[in-house]
């Protein structure tokens, strides 16, 4: 987590910790329990498990504890579910939404400790994995069997697949493959008093009973602790190309997007494996960096085909030219896979390229019915002017998720940033859209969950998040708008 930036917490109310003679009774069971080495407090030593990636304001946890097996995360929800303290899961805190910020302070459990590959099974085409591991050794690992994970979130290289089963990640190849939940078979987790459960599967179908494994994938750590996640896994394909597709500006590229999924002229829709969108200042950006983006370039779209050979070089000409006949200044197609990666990292980068451009950025990851998108560039640009807030957007167009950003540098900005925020959100449910497509709600967006869902439907949700944790316990303030638990 960056220090140095500066946090806002806009409409984050302030929550109740605690009292220091209960945190420190929490202390004291947690450390009888589990032993010093597990168990850190101290307010420098818990900083580190106090944020995320997102602008929300780190919270410090009373105690951190460093669980290295299963057994430690039932005894540490055990003695929290006895003493009504919070208890905030989380990964490697790559998180775009506040999701593992401890708002109520209590335990922050950490759980990249358990970070082994226990399984990847050629035959059935899956692998059973411990929460920490990060994605990119998972991938690495499954792709020297022949196999593939698809999910590919751009903190890759960091993040870890418990944190991608809290939120539900995507990535880039999530146009063609879906998301995370559309590989979890089955989870391993521990419920909030702290009784182990195995929910889901190993086979390819299944349908005994309720599907609580697509129920828990996405939870964001308010229902149960994963301990142990089945993936279920595809052939590794043959061969992969690359395009750089460069655009005057960004609605010449939208219409580039609308030509390969088939939105304008009723042409077969063809899937590339990724459909990656960037905006003018975006490309400013990149230049900056010192990425050579043709000067012509006012927006780009990256484009990522898969499959055998034959089938690759058919769909690099079918999608290359569809995004030239839009309107591209030029197509380029990665030569080699040094181009690729080159092409990639600039593309992963790009969160933290844009940090740099103010002091303050939120990221959102908004979703609109591909058709719409056109329709969301014009209404970014329109608050953009009506509210004089810096923003950009970039994302994976495919799907029709914009990471519409919000850039500023004088705290005094806040509440027109504030406004301006709302107005999206409102736009995006208008267009028939929704508030995340891959970064979950968190702290960050729940005070505008009302503005997407009924109140019969949060309230259905608040019941089924009270059969699995009565008290209130695992990552209160999270989803909801403000509810509190036991001991806040
Ligand atoms: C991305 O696509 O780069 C990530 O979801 C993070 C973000 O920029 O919001
Ligand atoms: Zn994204």
């Known amino acids: 987590m960056s220090t140095s930036r500066s946090s806002a917490s806009l409409r984050r109310p302030a929550y109740p910790r605690m009292s220091p003679a209960d945190a420190d009774r929490l202390r004291s069971h947690l450390t009888r329990a589990l032993g010093d080495s597990k168990v850190i407090a101290g307010e420098d ?82 692998c059973v ?137 009723g042409a077969r829709g063809l899937v ?22 043709d000067e012509r370039a006012g927006a780009l779209l990256i484009l990522e085909v898969d499959g055998d050979v034959a089938t690759v070089e058919r769909a690099m000409e079918e999608v290359g030219g569809r995004a030239a006949d839009a309107g591209a200044i030029e197509v380029l197609a990665a030569q080699d896979e040094a181009q690729r990666a080159r092409l990639w990292e600039a593309r992963r980068q ?12 939120i990221s959102e990851d908004v979703v609109v019915p591909r058709t719409e998108l056109t329709r ?29 950003n919000f850039l500023w540098d004088d705290p005094a900005d806040e509440p027109k940033v504030e406004l301006a925020l709302e107005e999206l959100f409102r736009a995006v449910v208008a267009l028939r859209g929704t508030l995340t497509g891959e970064h979950g709600v968190g702290t960050s967006k729940a005070p505008y969950l009302a503005l997407e869902q009924s109140s019969e439907l949060i309230e259905l949700q608040l019941r089924i998040k009270a059969t699995f944790d009565p008290k209130g316990i695992l990552n209160p303030g999270q989803i909801f708008p403000r509810r509190g638990h036991g001991s806040c």
């Open 376 to 404: 969301l560039v014009m209404t970014v640009r329109a608050i953009e002017e009506r509210h004089r807030v810096r923003m950009l957007t970039y994302g994976h167009a495919g799907d029709g998720n914009l990471h519409v």
């Open 129 to 265: 994995v411990e929460p920490g591991v990060v994605l990119a050794d998972l991938h690495a690992a499954v792709e020297a069997e022949g196999l593939f994970y698809p999910p590919d979130p751009n903190s890759l290289k960091l993040c870890v697949l418990g944190g991608n089963v809290a939120e539900n990640a995507g990535g880039p190849r999530a146009f063609k493959y879906g998301t995370t939940r559309d590989y979890v078979l089955g989870l391993d987790v521990v419920t909030a008093d702290g009784k182990a459960l195995v929910v889901g599967r190993r086979t390819k179908k299944g349908v005994t009973g309720y599907d609580l494994t697509s129920l828990l994938v996405g939870s964001e750590g308010t229902l149960a602790v994963t301990t142990a996640c089945t993936l279920r896994l595809l052939h590794k394909p043959e061969s992969v190309a690359t395009l750089l597709a460069l655009y005057p500006d960004i609605d010449t590229a939208m219409r580039g997007v609308a030509e390969i999924v088939g939105g304008t002229s």
């Open 272 to 293: 590339p494996r990724c459909l990656e969108v960037m905006d003018g200042t975006c490309v400013a950006a990149l230049r900056s960096e010192g990425f050579g983006v």
């Open 45 to 126: 030593a818990v900083f580190a498990y106090a944020g995320d990636e997102s602008e929300q304001e780190p919270v410090l946890p009373d105690a951190v504890v460093l669980a290295r097996d299963p057994r430690d995360v039932a005894t540490t929800l055990a003695i929290a579910s006895e003493l009504g303290a919070p208890v905030t899961p989380r990964g490697a805190g790559t998180g775009k939404s506040g999701g593992c910020v401890p708002v109520c302070g209590g335990v922050a459990l950490a759980i990249v400790g358990m970070s082994a590959i226990k399984e990847i099974d050629r035959k059935e085409q899956l």
């Open 350 to 361: 790009f969160s933290l390229v844009t940090r740099k451009l103010a002091r303050a950025k």
